[in-house]
């Protein structure tokens, strides 16, 4: 996804909510400067700070990067998937699922650098939102509230997204990942 693609998608959400550029500065905790230059495609948002600002637009990262318009296809061709990189960490995240149908799963293909770390708050407004996080190859050590689990290739974390977590690789190649978003709403 380009930076213009992705701000432009920011702003329309943030305008479909009837919020302003400062309201949502003032929801996400996001300067009015920054997102007014995401929206016009002049920076490229961290994975933390576009967590922030779909947490303001009542929305999941996930959720953000799963649209599409007009009738939807049941396969998902993978040159059609969306994928977006961190600028800050190189983390990448392709949606695998196919886009617009009714299923409340998403697929989501991370491959996640050495060293890197992703904080994210804790999301109360997406009560009853579980995830899978499904390691393919690497290793991740994943906190969740107080918790701390060390996953191994095949090893898979069952989550609820309302409490806050931290994705981290301590090893020293890509951790490959599969993370399975169950959005708990009909």
């Known amino acids: 996804m380009t930076d213009a693609a992705?701000?432009?998608?920011?702003?329309?959400?943030?305008?479909?909510?009837?919020?302003?550029?400062?309201?949502?500065?003032?929801?996400?905790?996001?300067?009015?400067?920054?997102?007014?230059?995401?929206?016009?495609?002049?920076?490229?948002?961290?994975?933390?700070?576009?967590?922030?600002l779909c947490a303001a637009l009542d929305l999941t990262l996930s959720a953000f990067f799963a649209f599409s318009e007009g009738a939807d296809d049941p396969v998902s061709r993978h040159e059609a998937q969306t994928v977006w990189r961190d600028p800050e960490t190189g983390y990448q995240r392709r949606a695998v699922s196919p886009q617009g149908t009714p299923s409340r799963v998403e697929?989501?293909?991370?491959?996640?650098?050495?060293?890197?770390?992703?904080?994210?708050?804790?999301?109360?407004?997406?009560?009853g939102m579980t995830q899978h996080v499904w390691l393919f190859s690497g290793s991740l050590r994943m906190t969740v509230g107080d918790a701390v689990h060390d996953l191994r290739p095949g090893d898979c974390l069952y989550m609820s997204i309302t409490e806050g977590h931290v994705f981290e690789n301590p090893g020293d190649t890509p951790a490959h990942y599969a993370v399975v978003l169950d959005r708990g709403r009909p």
Do not use: C
């Open 107 to 127: 697929v989501i293909d991370v491959t996640f650098p050495a060293g890197a770390r992703i904080a994210y708050p804790p999301e109360t407004a997406k009560a």
């Open 6 to 52: 992705l701000g432009a998608r920011v702003r329309q959400l943030r305008l479909d909510l009837g919020v302003t550029l400062d309201g949502l500065a003032e929801r996400s905790g996001v300067s009015r400067a920054m997102i007014s230059r995401i929206e016009r495609g002049e920076a490229s948002p961290t994975a933390q700070l576009l967590s922030k």
